[in-house]
């Protein structure tokens, strides 16, 4: 069931056809889905709900005209400078850092204006998808300010830092396309919120644990480079051998061929 609905944010957990839980966290706050305190609060609520009990997917999506027009800048006015480096602390531990660290497929689904801390908690997800209606900008330069939740630096993870600072420097709004060239987003749909459904279901009934092990196996690399993440990769893949989804699957590959074994996360 959803949570409470007056919140700017609600989580909910269903079931595929197959069994697996996925969860659905989606933002509707206000015409704009503007990130003020509620907001970040019930997000920062959610995610760690999220990492405290995960399902085996999770697809974040916003309600309404826009994903989100940005940060309500009442937040920033007044801010030391200490206080502003603990606002970022805050946000990397609690919600960046958490959602990059949940055990299973993270899916962002972008079907409108994406601004600032939407675009940067998107490219903290596994996979995004937008519509074709999408745009996407960093755009904190309009207030003196540059992304401080992870973006340039996942940007130029995806896009290369060239077009990291090419797109937070200049502040414009970058279309859906575009950014699928560039490959920060992953692909492009007509119908985004119908495909990101799919994809989560489909995730959610996949091998979680192998889902998991790639996550850490690319973190591992994201940290420390391709030594750092071959001297993880045979521990990690290594104690895949004892989950009943590997064990299951080669055994149905061997019996009935590929394509046929079912999962349940464990």
Not at 40 to 61: C, G, M, Q, W, Y
Not at 142 to 167: I, N
């Amino acid at each position: 069931m959803p949570s409470n609905p007056a919140s700017p944010t609600t989580v909910e957990r269903r079931t595929t056809g197959s069994g697996g839980e996925y969860a659905v966290l989606t933002v509707a706050h206000g015409e704009l889905n503007l990130f003020d305190r509620a907001m970040f609060d019930s997000l920062i609520a959610d995610v760690a709900a999220l990492s405290e009990n995960p399902p085996r997917a999770v697809l974040l999506r916003a309600e309404g005209k826009v994903v989100s027009g940005g940060v309500d800048v009442h937040l920033f006015d007044g801010l030391t400078a200490q206080q502003g480096q603990e606002l970022w602390e805050r946000l990397f531990a609690s919600i960046v850092h958490p959602l990059e660290a949940l055990p299973c497929p993270v899916v962002y689904s972008a079907h409108a204006l994406t601004l600032t801390a939407a675009f940067e908690i998107a490219l903290a997800c596994d996979i995004v998808l937008a519509s074709p209606r999408a745009k996407f900008g960093l755009v904190e330069t309009v207030v003196g300010l540059t992304p401080s939740m992870g973006g340039p630096q996942r940007l130029a993870e995806r896009a290369g830092s060239g077009r990291a600072r090419e797109l937070v420097m200049t502040g414009d709004l970058y279309d859906a396309q575009t950014l699928h060239a560039w490959g920060v987003v992953n692909a492009v749909h007509d119908d985004v919120d119908a495909a990101a459904y799919s994809l989560t279901e489909r995730l959610a009934d996949g091998p979680t644990r192998a889902h998991t092990a790639t996550k850490r196996i690319v973190e591992a690399w994201r940290s420390g480079g391709i030594a750092h993440a071959d001297a993880i990769t045979s521990g990690v893949s290594g104690a895949l051998f004892e989950t009943d989804d590997l064990r299951g699957a080669v055994r149905s590959f061997l019996d009935v061929g590929p394509g046929k074994a079912t999962y349940t996360g464990r």
